[in-house]
């Protein structure tokens, strides 16, 4: 194969590949095509997902069944408010036999890491896994260790005003690349959730479907598939569209509008495509920005972008 072909066929190979997740997915998860997409493609992005709706609606079992797709290592971090930040990171602990500290790695050192209620653990304790998600390192006792590639962490959390949660800092918020609903299933999906669950519990049955090595290949995929200047443009637009919002007193931070443009990447390649189109950017408004915008008395995020995302000229790309 020349090196002139490899390039196309690249965005073929990588929607193969993402086309085998989602279908593994699929096997226990019923419907939320959108979601499953959307998760898959926070990994792919190289970002971290958060996951939010009511219990019962699927979060933790969309993040186990994405985990257990991909090779690697996987831990769950059952958030409590009594959780501490070395229950994540890891301690040093004496070893009497040789009378000197050891590191034990805490859960955090993982491929995937799923966060489950991450909002029922304490601020100080959320703000753990802030150098790691931002960073891909911890800091523990001074010492400064890094984690190993890909690190993705999947968060899940409940509303707000339930009992024993507490909000998410915003420089937290920030570190997650998009925050998507699970959503109520139709009465279809309701029966067909009923019929799976029959005879036990179809995830046990579940195995990888990519490895490590192939998703590596995916997020550097993801980085080369091209943002035109017009693409860029319009990213902008949005971003001071929202600032000059009066409903917002939080606007997107720049780090949001290069989430945008990296989510759109992924998105791009699970169309076989190895180019954002400005679809793919207003497809992933709302679920990239909205958990980012602080908003003055009752408006909605999600309301706000939406006529954002309405009143801003898309724009003209070139034709080749």
């Not at 993705?152 to 915003?170: I, S």
């Not at 998105?267 to 189109?277: H, I, N, S, T």
Request: hydrophobic share 45%; glycine share 8%.
């Amino acid at each position: 194969m020349s090196a002139s072909r490899e390039p196309a066929l690249v965005p073929r190979r990588a929607a193969d590949l993402l086309g085998r997740i989602e279908d593994n997915v699929h096997r226990v998860i019923v419907g939320k095509q959108r979601v499953v997409r959307l998760a898959a493609a926070g990994l792919v992005a190289g970002g971290h997902v958060l996951l939010q709706d009511l219990p019962g609606t699927g979060k933790t079992l969309l993040a186990r069944a994405l985990a257990t797709s991909v090779g690697g290592t996987f831990r769950r971090i059952q958030c409590t408010p009594d959780l501490l930040p070395s229950d994540i990171t890891g301690s040093s602990i004496f070893n009497q036999k040789d009378l000197s500290f050891e590191f034990v790695a805490g859960p955090v050192f993982a491929n995937i890491v799923l966060a489950d209620e991450v909002n029922r653990a304490t601020p100080r304790t959320q703000s753990a896994l802030l150098e790691a998600m931002g960073e891909g390192q911890v800091t523990v006792e001074g010492v400064t260790r890094a984690l190993e590639r890909p690190f993705f962490v999947v968060a899940t959390q409940n509303p707000t005003e339930f009992h024993g949660t507490y909000p998410l800092p915003e420089s937290q918020l920030d570190r997650f690349i998009l925050a998507a609903e699970m959503g109520p299933p139709t009465d279809e999906e309701a029966v067909e959730v009923l019929a799976r669950r029959e005879h036990g519990d179809p995830i046990a049955d579940l195995g990888a479907v990519v490895g490590l090595q192939e998703v590596i290949e995916l997020q550097d995929a993801c980085l080369r598939v091209v943002a035109a200047p017009a693409i860029r443009t319009y990213i902008v637009s949005l971003l001071h569209a929202i600032r000059s919002r009066p409903e917002v007193l939080l606007p997107a931070s720049m780090r949001s509008g290069v989430y945008l443009q990296r989510a759109a990447q992924a998105w791009a390649l699970f169309e076989g495509r190895d180019f954002v189109l400005p679809d793919d950017i207003k497809l992933l408004a709302l679920p990239v920005l909205s958990h980012r915008l602080g908003m003055r008395g009752r408006a909605r995020a999600a309301d706000v972008l939406t006529e954002v995302v309405a009143s801003v000229p898309l724009p003209p790309l070139r034709q080749h």
